[in-house]
């Protein structure tokens, strides 16, 4: 059973660019849900993809989008990137939504400058 | 909204010595409640979980109990390794077609031989 793959590792760009994101899930789960991490911080939940379509937000910009394709992986896209978006981006998978365990991957790096 | 508040750290121990980290919870309805382990450069783990009052959750020695009455859900461990030395974070997840998790701040454990 393969588990949660993401993405590059780390990143860095400039303040305005553009940036994509990956997340393969784990075999067999159909949900995805996004977060970010600031430094110091505990994850902040972005959204949630299940079954191709967006199933929740959290409390972040338009800016930030997303995708999920038939094979249930997933991009989480940033548009006009800020300094302050500089953090962890961790995705997570799950069997639906509601309270099922969610598995994470070992998350993206992202620096802005 | 809902909300978890855990124990600033950083905690540091001694090898073999009592563990406890305090969580509390604000939710409205019945949450789950987990722990995760955040490993230096690594993603989440899920470490532990209960999803009803009076549940316990326990994992590689770790333990904590879904308080309904105190609202708390404290991770335990009765003798800590150097193995055990990364961030843990109290989550939890009130339900609805989503189940996003919302995270403490995290406690970084350092164990000293």
């Known amino acids: 059973e393969t588990g949660v793959t993401q993405s590059p590792t780390h990143l860095i760009k400039t303040r305005g660019q553009q940036v994509t994101l990956r997340c393969s899930s784990q075999?067999?789960?159909?949900?995805v849900s996004w977060y970010q991490q600031a430094l110091g911080q505990g994850p902040q939940f972005i959204f949630q993809?299940?079954?191709?379509?967006?199933?929740g937000r959290g409390n972040f910009p338009p800016r930030f989008s997303g995708l999920q394709f038939p094979n249930y992986s997933s991009e989480l896209n940033v548009n006009a990137l800020e300094l302050d978006d500089s953090a962890l981006y961790l995705c997570?998978?799950?069997?639906?939504?509601?309270?099922?365990?969610?598995?994470f991957g070992p998350g993206t790096r992202l620096t802005v400058t | 909204g809902d909300s978890v508040t855990q124990m600033e750290g950083p905690v540091t121990l001694s090898e073999e010595a009592f563990l406890t980290i305090n969580c509390t919870y604000t939710?409205?309805?019945?949450?789950?409640l987990f722990w995760y382990v955040q490993y230096p450069g690594e993603g989440l783990q899920l470490l532990l979980k209960?999803?009803?009052?009076?549940d316990k959750g326990s994992n590689k020695g770790f333990e904590a109990t879904y308080r309904k009455e105190t609202t708390s859900f404290h991770l335990e461990k009765g003798s800590v390794q150097v193995s055990d030395s990364a961030v843990y974070f109290c989550?939890?997840?009130?339900?609805?077609?989503?189940?996003?998790?919302?995270f403490g701040k995290g406690t970084k454990l350092s164990v000293k031989p």
């Open positions: 997570a998978s799950s069997l639906g939504g509601g309270k099922v365990e969610q598995y």
């Open positions: 075999s067999g789960h159909n949900t």
């Open positions: 993809y299940y079954r191709e379509e967006e199933n």
């Open positions: 939710a409205t309805g019945y949450p789950s």
């Open positions: 209960a999803t009803k009052a009076d």
């Open positions: 989550a939890l997840t009130s339900g609805g077609s989503q189940g996003n998790l919302i």
